[in-house]
């Protein structure tokens, strides 16, 4: 008999201490009014949500409770199951969820209907008995929209493009929030930066192949709040020209009589109608030829060296390649005479070495 008011004396204790509400704290009574048999849930954590600017209690919000343990949802108001305004978690059921003391939580709660958009957020720790979040304001979220792509230069879909340009389009971030861009060609040219601003960005385009259509990627990211990711992606296409041959290159300049064995200077230029960089191919008229000599801008003049032994008249003529493989026709001859008799020009030579001071017109002449 003893033990059993023991018993019954123990539990009446638990059980006005459970009576003991906080002043937010949500009864069974509040839950499921008229129930003479309600009782306090144990371990809650629990509150209150209103609307700003006097919008009123957020019922039907949805209400989320999320912890490294568990994530537990309910709905404030009469929809959860609670009186108006009111929401209530049990983080502390058998056999439900148990979240020890010391567990940090964060509380979202988000509006419906006319007030979709709006979010109130709440941050907790478990304190073991009751866990009061007390009044919960929900607020607009801001809109942070994703950034926004201006008309690229050139438009999408041209045609009859330079196999050479800079391809360039607008971007801006509406909240003017930094933001990561990209920009690459199906060639595999690629330009971007990180942490940029609004304006515009460009990607210079070289050696692209004549009658060609090209995809141009461009990729925008706002990391703002991290973690949301808002990004705009686009891509676009152009074409093109057919690649043209270089001009004929002008006639070789080079000195007016050649010395055997003594290295000269010819030169020649030539445009491209494309603005390609061109290279040279020279035929020095003894049965050998110097290729690929540059690249040079379009329009610059361009030089090469050769020497000869002894023989007759020599001609030079050039020829002009763009880097994309085109070639010009011969350029006119030089016609060069080079003495035939080595002795003369051994005495010649002997001379002017013995004297490096004198004749500096013949010398010029000779380049000797």
Not at 178 to 198: E, H, K, L, R, V
Not at 228 to 253: C, D, E, H, L, M
Not at 295 to 307: N, R, Y
């Amino acid at each position: 008999m003893k033990e059993h008011w023991n018993k019954c004396k123990s539990i009446t204790v638990v059980g006005l201490m459970m009576l003991v509400a906080l002043p937010n704290m949500i009864t069974a009574a509040q839950k499921n009014a008229g129930d003479s048999n309600s009782v306090l849930v144990p371990h809650p954590i629990f509150g209150s949500a209103q609307y700003d600017q006097g919008g009123g209690n957020a019922d039907g919000a949805t209400v989320e409770v999320c912890s490294s343990v568990s994530r537990l949802t309910t709905i404030v108001g009469p929809a959860g199951g609670w009186a108006s305004g009111l929401w209530q978690v049990d983080c502390g059921d058998i056999p439900g969820p148990v979240w020890p003391p010391g567990t940090a939580f964060t509380v979202w709660i988000n509006g419906t209907g006319d007030h979709a958009g709006y979010q109130g957020i709440a941050t907790g720790t478990v304190s073991g008995v009751y866990n009061d979040m007390g009044l919960i304001i929900l607020t607009p979220i801001p809109i942070n929209s994703p950034p926004e792509f201006g008309t690229p230069n050139p438009a999408n879909e041209t045609i009859n493009m330079s196999l050479n340009f800079p391809w360039s389009i607008p971007i801006s971030d509406p909240e003017g929030n930094p933001f990561t861009w990209t920009i690459q060609c199906s060639n595999g040219q690629t330009s971007g930066a990180t942490n940029a601003g609004n304006g515009t960005k460009t990607l210079t385009l070289t050696g692209l192949h004549g009658n060609t259509s090209y995809i141009i990627w461009v990729n925008a990211t706002d990391p703002h709040p991290p973690g949301s990711g808002n990004y705009t992606r686009q891509w676009y296409t152009f074409t093109t020209q057919n690649n043209s041959a270089p001009n004929v290159p002008q006639k070789p300049i080079g000195p007016p009589m050649i010395i055997p064995g003594v290295v000269c200077t010819f030169t020649t230029s030539t445009e491209d109608p494309d603005g390609d960089d061109v290279y040279y191919n020279w035929s020095w008229g003894d049965g050998s030829e110097t290729d690929m000599v540059g690249p040079f801008t379009s329009g610059s003049d361009a030089s090469a060296t050769h020497f000869w032994s002894w023989g007759s008249n020599i001609c030079v003529k050039v020829k002009a390649i763009d880097i994309h493989g085109a070639e010009s026709g011969w350029s006119e001859v030089t016609i060069l005479s080079l003495p035939q008799s080595p002795v003369s020009m051994r005495l010649i030579v002997g001379f002017l070495e013995q004297h490096p001071y004198a004749f500096p017109v013949l010398r010029h002449l000779l380049r000797y």
